[in-house]
Nanobody
Framework: QVQLVESGGGSVQAGGSLRLSCVAS????????MGWFRQAPGKEREGVAHISRGGVSTYYADSVKGRFTISRDDAKNSLYLQMNSLKPEDTAMYYC???????????????????WGQGTQVTVSS
């Protein structure tokens, strides 16, 4: 069964940190590119971070640049998102997603992602 399972969400105060994890199974994880997305209540889902095959390159939304770090461990079929200096506006459901075909000009094109996790909630209080 092809799936992505996220974990690591929770509630923290502003300025705190969380590390999200995403474990893949049922397909060749190392062959694809990966992304983290988030959706806040009443808002559209947006791209947060993207990582290429082998972790060669990363890309971030301006809103998280310098605070979040995406990484992957292909030996463990795992994707991570280290989130530091969290702000209340980071509150959202966070999703990891996988795409078989990488297109660096369409890193956050959600329709291009083939597999989605169920999400993990992050809540940041002021």
């Amino acid at each position: 069964q092809v799936q992505l399972v996220e974990s690591g969400g929770g509630s923290v105060q502003a300025g705190g940190s969380l590390r999200l994890s995403c474990v893949a199974s049922g397909y060749t994880y190392s062959a694809g590119c990966m992304g983290w997305f988030r959706q806040a209540p009443g808002k559209e889902r947006e791209g947060v971070a993207h990582i290429s095959r082998g972790g060669v390159s990363t890309y971030y939304a301006d809103s998280v640049k310098g605070r979040f770090t995406i990484s992957r461990d292909d030996a463990k079929n795992s994707l991570y998102l280290q989130m530091n200096s969290l702000k209340p506006e980071d509150t959202a459901m966070y999703y990891c997603a996988a795409r078989y075909l990488c297109d660096y000009f369409r890193r956050f094109s959600q329709n291009d992602y083939n597999i989605w996790g169920q999400g993990t909630q992050v809540t940041v209080s002021s």
